[in-house]
């Protein structure tokens, strides 16, 4: 039986492409699994989204009343919350992230305890904020490849990973600046929007009756 071609018989060139390959495959297997899950992480969230949107809105409906009112809007944050923090307590992810193989764990890469998943959780709405996940995704960006934690992760300890045997692969590498620009783009858009609702909302106030008028000459 032929035994197999040692690449120095190729001369320099099979020296060259075996070295090439090596690394090839190191670079495959060293992606930090932070950066490695961001794409799962991002149509878990999209999941995730849909979700709980029908869910709230099956609730508000049967409360009645208006969609954006103050109870309604807290009935939302809690859900929001009860959702995540159950299903991530229990079993470290959530239907979507389930779904798309993810789950969330400490940076050690062992299971995050309740109290970090309350944390991560609580902060939700700050990385919410102004609008679309903007500030969650510049934090993303800013904590790097190696944590990818958004607001509520930095402050718990805690970060997203692919779970099982789900293949280590470094996602699309403009995936998450174009993501964190759309959603900084859309923000300032609605930024602008409800600061015009909220001028025209005044300029076509009745006048306050209660004013003091200029005495009678």
Not at 128 to 135: E, I, R
């Amino acid at each position: 039986m032929e035994s197999a071609a040692d690449p120095s018989d190729f001369g320099a060139w099979g020296t060259a492409l075996a070295a090439t390959a090596a690394t090839s495959d190191q670079e495959t297997v060293a992606v930090p699994e932070p950066d490695a899950a961001i794409r799962s992480r991002l149509n878990a969230a999209v999941l995730d989204g849909i979700v709980l949107g029908v869910l709230i809105e099956i609730v508000v409906r049967a409360r009645g009343g208006a969609t954006l009112s103050g109870d309604n809007l807290l009935l939302a944050y809690i859900g929001q919350f009860l959702y995540f923090a159950v299903c991530e307590s229990l079993w470290g992810q959530t239907l979507g992230k389930r779904a798309y193989g993810i789950r969330v764990t400490s940076l050690d890469g062992s299971p995050a305890s309740p109290r970090q998943i309350a944390i991560r959780n609580v902060l939700r709405f700050i990385d919410a904020l102004p609008a679309f996940y903007a500030s969650g995704l510049l934090s993303l960006m800013r904590t790097g490849s190696s944590r990818r934690q958004r607001i509520g992760d930095v402050a718990a300890g805690t970060t997203v990973m692919l779970s099982g045997n789900r293949q280590r692969l470094a996602p699309h590498r403009r995936l998450l600046p174009v993501a964190t620009l759309i959603a900084v783009t859309l923000s300032v858009f609605v930024i602008i929007g409800a600061v015009h609702q909220a001028q025209q909302a005044n300029a076509s106030a009745p006048p306050n009756p209660t004013a003091p008028t200029a005495a009678a000459h």
